[in-house]
Every structure is written in structure tokens, then in C-alpha cells.
């Protein structure tokens, strides 16, 4: 079973920049369809913010295109994802998983701050 460990998270100012790791124990970048999610609320279900495709076509959350870039390094097993012009509405825990996400591989996540 594959295990995926984020990293990257912090507390940044409105307008600050971060970059996101998603490091996974073996090789899934090139097997399925990778995700960046995030769960806005306690109770709320996680959306999926950026995807990449097995031959590198990304796609994003409308209101996110432009702010935040996805990409991955399959030789060492890593996804990222580059968030820029953060807003305070960004402010969540990101994770990664596949697409659809599997409930076995969900890590801790990495989280993210915005604040003066």
C-alpha cells in the first residue's frame, strides 16, 4: 500500500508565496491521476483544487487558476504544488491523493496559514 507523506505548509502573509510536497513511498505519479486537495471546514468534504494526468495535463479549481501551479518529479516520487498571491480563504490543510481519492492512502496533510 502506497503511503504519501505532505510537506511545505506554514503560516504566510496575505499575498505570500508557498510551495507543497507530496512525497510518496512508491511509484503513483505515473500510474494514476494525482490530486491536491484541501478541506475548507471541520466538517466539510475535501476539494480537489489542482489534478495532473499520467502524461502531465493539469487542470484547477476555476477560482484557483493562475494562483496555483501542479507539477511532479516521478523520478523521485514527489508532486508540488506551487501556491501564489495566497488569500486568507486559502488558509486549510492540503492534501494529496489520487483522483477519485482513495480513502487507504489519505496522509496528514500539510497546513497552510494566511495571516498578517
Known amino acids: 500500500q502506497v503511503q504519501l507523506v505532505e510537506s511545505g505548509g506554514g503560516l504566510v502573509q496575505p499575498g505570500g508565496s508557498l510551495r507543497l510536497s507530496c512525497v510518496a513511498s512508491?511509484?503513483?505519479?505515473?500510474?494514476?491521476?494525482m490530486g491536491w486537495f484541501r478541506q475548507a471546514a471541520a466538517e466539510s468534504e475535501r476539494e480537489m483544487v489542482a489534478?495532473?494526468?499520467?502524461?502531465?495535463?493539469?487542470d484547477y479549481l476555476g477560482s484557483l487558476k493562475g494562483r496555483f501551479t501542479i507539477s511532479r518529479n516521478t523520478a523521485k516520487n514527489t508532486m508540488y504544488l506551487q501556491l501564489t498571491n495566497l488569500e486568507p480563504e486559502d488558509a486549510t490543510v492540503y492534501y494529496c491523493?489520487?483522483?477519485?481519492?482513495?480513502?487507504?492512502?489519505w496522509g496528514q496533510g500539510t497546513p497552510v496559514t494566511v495571516s498578517t
Open positions: 491523493n489520487a483522483v477519485p481519492p482513495r480513502d487507504s492512502i
Open positions: 512508491g511509484d503513483i505519479f505515473s500510474l494514476y491521476t
Open positions: 489534478s495532473i494526468t499520467r502524461d502531465g495535463t493539469t
